[in-house]
């Protein structure tokens, strides 16, 4: 198998990551633009995130399901064509000025990406050699960045704009943004209906490998690997949905309009960090720099409920930097030598995610009932969990297999446990 055999593969499964990321980046600025153009509560409008991570807790486990029987490709075209459903489901829901239609399009569209990512991420990891799969997968996941980072920036101008001061023009402008997703979408479906996706399977990736033997929940970096997804994502989530309400409360007089610019930035920061973590996985082991990144974030978190001004402000940003690599790294160390369990993990894994459809209500509550800068006190313990995880956690454990045949002693790779 040559490098250049899954280069073309690896083009068209990265441009999934920009589709997936560009959705996400239009949910928090849908958050804060339904509460005035549909007059929503704060409340209620947070019910888009449970219906959008909630679809990942949902879908992605029927999805591996799925994939397992009918393969990577035919998993990619179903999760594109929910996508495309629930986009032009924002037609009518705009139509109708009807938050529970939102709710219900934001769930199809999201069961699709659900699909997508339970396809996505562990096909990447397989597209080429194992000791290399964190760095492939972060160097996908950065387009998925770049389209976090151009989503709210898009939709900035097209509900905020000084063309759009009522709440009809507002919806006009929701349902020309997913109407067009919707077409790019089907267009994407024809190009992998007509292309050829190598379906490895994932058996064949650990040869002969004890490991492929046990069942997969005695994987401890799996077992491990679904708690500090889940704790991860719940402080990327959390800290992007009550980013605005910090620096609009943090005293030094930024408007809403300043501080989405500012949400902006952080996501730049975001999509840099991923480039910059793939060029450092090229030199120091991915698993020391997760436990880097996390012990920064958590020191930054520290400075963000000083409420220091400026200064907590820009650690607020920084944290985006230094949460690029967490979901991708945490992913491709969880499914390390799992053999023809990866898809089934694959799936349990994208449902941990509906950390973050919880924990921004805890952080909400501890917002109301003390204060915006104390509630990053959610995220800081996160961050402790996913440093014990790039710490220890990750470790593929070596257990002794006797050879029923021979009485030979097997010891199992263990993977990125091991020196280069």
Known sequence: MTKNKYLFPFIMITSL????????????????????????????????????FGAYFL?????????????????????????AVGAFLFYPAAEQASFNSFLLALFILASGLACLETAANPYVTVLGSPETSATRLNLS????????????????????????????????????????????????????????LPEIKESEIVSSSELNKRPLFSHSNFV????????????????ATL????????????????????LSGGLILFT????????????????????????????????????????????????????????PTIFALSIKDLGQHTKKASSFIIMSIVGGALVPYVMGSVADHYSTPISYVVPLICFVVVFLYGLQGYKVKKSIK???????????????????
């Open 17 to 52: 990551f920009f589709m997936w990321g560009f959705a996400y980046g239009l949910l928090d600025v849908l958050n804060k633009h339904f509460q005035e153009a549909l007059d929503i509560t704060k409340t209620r409008s947070t019910l888009l995130q449970a219906a959008y």
């Open 59 to 83: 879908v992605a486990l029927p999805a591996g399901m799925f994939m397992n029987k009918y393969g990577y490709k035919k998993g990619i075209i179903m999760g594109l064509l929910l996508y």
């Open 141 to 196: 996941q950065c387009f998925n960045g770049v389209g976090s980072f151009l989503g709210p920036i898009i939709a900035s101008y097209l509900f905020f704009g000084e063309s759009n001061s009522s709440g009809g023009s507002n919806l006009d402008s929701v349902k020309l943004i997913y109407v067009i997703i919707g077409i790019l979408v089907l267009l994407v479906v024809g190009v992998f209906l007509k292309i050829k």
């Open 224 to 239: 491990l690997g679904i708690v500090a997804q889940f704790f991860y994502v719940a402080a990327q989530v959390g800290i």
């Open 243 to 262: 980013f605005i309400n910090y620096c609009t409360e943090s005293g030094v007089k930024l408007d809403n309009a300043t501080a989405a610019k500012l």
């Open 272 to 327: 840099a960090g991923r480039f910059v973590g793939t060029a450092l996985m090229r030199v120091f082991e991915p698993n020391k720099l997760l436990a880097l990144y996390a012990v920064i974030n958590v020191l930054l978190c520290g400075v963000v409920m000083l409420n220091d001004g400026w200064i907590s402000i820009y650690a607020l940003m920084a944290l985006f930097f230094f949460m690029s690599i967490m979901f």
């Open 402 to 420: 006797y050879n029923l045949n021979n009485n030979e002693e097997i010891l199992p790779n263990a993977g990125l446990d091991t020196q280069r």
